[in-house]
């Protein structure tokens, strides 16, 4: 492919993401909303003007990253410490919830199977595809709707994170079973040394840019240091520890997070995601949908993924919410939240492919979750706010 088609699908994206987000938000939806379905417009699917390229799904990661980064930026760290354990219960529950409900689904379709075999382990597999949670589209939606740094943001953020270590554990000993080779107590300690890492570097790191921050207080210098950590974090965390690289630029907002300039740092980020990266990032999920080699049989077995994904999220996390003495409406906002799924299912159901325990046929369900999750989530979560009364935060 010439280099320069770059730039003519660069126009396309843009042009039409946001012509649709700010349709949606006619419409009273959630930005996102409109970007996912302009992705989904242009893509192979119907107009066939855009096709996902190495180049688009780079340039998406990077707007997941700087997403993700300005969520840590925009964290109060007094309320994550507080609602650390809680969302540790809550992660545990939206983990294991969907995994025995993604197990049973495929037995369910296509018979039970003895313990150790072929089709025992792609049943498990279905169900540690659902585990992931995709915190970026709740993110951009709880921003827009001005509730991310409440209690119930903060949670939901901090549950996504927790979720997607646990997820990742799980995925590891799955295949670890499938595969002699692999070691899963080698992933519990990089993940054990990762946060050890995080938690003796980030602080001689934020004691650094505390510094910097007195000495040139709302300089440019601060957020150009502060995107190179971001990016930074987010290698060391894949590179050397095997954790999802969007951890990685989470866990740099929250080390800044308690700056003087934290909101100044923010705002230039949300500058360069709401030009380029934030339009690509959310109409990429709509390009990867292909509607092509569809059965009737995958088609069912695509919609009961697509419910039983999202309600054992819901059920999962919401009712361990509320075992945390959250409140009703408060819990729902948290299983809704949790409920999204994007680049970290993609990842999972890759791997899947890469070590045969799951077949590209079922891939398509793993596309139509994250589509109709993306949609969804932003939709319901507007609704259960729009209820609040207004003495409430």
């Not at 545990?92 to 197990?103: H, K």
């Not at 270590?165 to 107590?185: A, D, H, M, Q, W």
């Not at 080390?255 to 923010?266: F, G, K, M, N, Q």
Request: aromatic residues 10%; glycine residues 8%.
């Amino acid at each position: 492919m010439e280099a320069y088609v770059i730039f003519k699908d660069l126009a396309i994206i843009i042009v039409f993401a946001k012509f649709f987000g700010l349709l949606a938000r006619k419409l009273k939806a959630p930005q996102v909303v409109g970007e996912i379905i302009a992705g989904l417009l242009i893509g192979p699917s119907i107009l066939g003007l855009v096709q996902q390229t190495e180049f688009l799904t780079q340039m998406a990661e990077i707007g997941v990253i700087l997403l993700m980064f300005s969520a840590g930026l925009e964290t109060n760290l007094k309320d994550l410490l507080k609602t650390g354990p809680i969302a540790f219960l809550i992660a545990c529950a939206g983990v294991f919830v969907p995994l025995i409900g993604g197990t049973l689904l495929y037995m369910g379709f296509y018979g039970t199977a003895p313990w150790g075999s072929e089709k025992f382990y792609m049943a498990v597999f279905i169900g540690v595809i659902m585990t992931a949670t995709s915190v970026s589209i709740t993110v951009q939606s709880l921003k827009e709707l001005g509730k991310l740094k409440g209690k119930v943001g903060t949670t939901i953020l901090s549950a996504a994170i927790i979720d997607d270590v646990i997820g990742i554990i799980v995925l590891t000993f799955v295949v670890g079973v499938k595969n002699p080779e692999s070691n899963p107590g080698q992933v519990v300690l990089s993940t054990l040394l990762f946060f050890a890492f995080v938690l003796v570097v980030g602080f001689v790191l934020y004691k650094i840019f505390n510094k910097i921050d007195e000495k040139y207080p709302h300089t440019r210098r601060i957020p150009i240091l502060g995107l190179a950590l971001c990016f930074f974090f987010a290698y060391v965390a894949e590179k050397y520890f095997g954790i999802a690289d969007i951890t990685g630029a989470y866990v740099a907002g929250i080390i800044l997070c308690s700056l003087r300039d934290s909101d100044y740092i923010a705002n230039k980020m949300d500058t360069n995601s709401y030009m380029l990266f934030d339009p690509i990032f959310f109409a990429s999920i709509g390009l990867k949908t292909s509607i092509d080699n569809i059965d009737t049989n995958i088609l069912l077995f695509s919609v009961g993924f697509v419910i039983v994904a999202l309600v054992c999220k819901i059920v999962g996390c919401g009712l361990m919410a509320k075992v945390c003495r959250f409140s009703f409406p408060d819990s729902l906002k948290i299983g809704v939240g949790m409920m999204t799924r994007g680049e970290v299912a993609l990842i999972v159901a890759q791997k899947g492919l890469s070590v045969g325990l799951l077949t590209s046929v079922y891939f398509t369900s793993v596309i139509l979750l994250i589509i109709v999750s993306s949609i969804l989530t932003p939709i319901i979560l507007k609704i259960l706010y729009a209820k609040e009364k207004p003495c409430e935060t």
